[in-house]
């Protein structure tokens, strides 16, 4: 799914200013990476619900400030402690050209038909539920799916079990590290 955004330059910074955006229904966020850092302002609800979606998280976003289109990631944002609003986001500008690091969330399918579960007894436990990957922005998936049908009591399943598409590579396994998914006990 592509995202678009609309943005505009922000003129005025600061606390004040930036609660001044809130409680008019905009959302304060800076761009950087790839030149200066830029501070913009967005709509908040277009974000707000866009953010609920998994996909976005680890998206190539259109971010058109001012009539200029830029590529970017989100990389952060940070929400009121007991509201339903997004304080501050944060993007940052991808060269397409050039691989990233990115989060990506691990879904775990195939535990109700493992016979680990079904005759041995066992439960499953998840150690992760996100891994690093460096890809292009255009190869970056949505999510990773672990599949959990064929794991055994006991067993373990590592990072380097997973099947990843093409052109996306583990951060941790490039490393050298080979740390544990899932396991049966």
Do not use: C, W
């Amino acid at each position: 799914m592509a995202y678009e955004l609309i943005a505009a330059k922000r003129e005025e910074m600061g606390t004040g200013a930036s609660r001044r955006l809130r409680s008019a229904g905009k959302l304060p966020a800076v761009v950087y990476g790839n030149g200066a850092a830029e501070s913009v302002v967005l709509d908040h609800n277009p974000i707000y619900y866009a953010l609920k979606e998994e996909a976005f998280h680890s998206a190539i976003i259109d971010l058109v400030v001012d009539g200029a289109k830029q590529t970017v990631l989100l990389r952060d944002f940070q929400m009121h402690p007991y509201k339903q609003q997004v304080m501050h986001i944060d993007f940052q500008r991808v060269d397409l050209s050039q691989k990233v690091h990115v989060k990506i969330q691990l879904h775990f399918v195939g535990a109700d038909v493992s016979e680990a579960v079904k005759l041995q007894g066992a439960k499953i436990s998840h150690i992760l539920n996100e891994v690093e990957v460096r890809a292009l922005p255009g190869d970056l998936p949505k999510f990773i799916e672990v599949d959990l049908s064929n794991i055994k009591a006991g067993q373990t399943i590592h990072m380097s079990d997973l099947k990843l598409p093409a052109g996306v590579e583990l951060t941790a396994v490039a490393r050298g590290e080979n740390g544990a998914v899932a396991l049966a006990n």
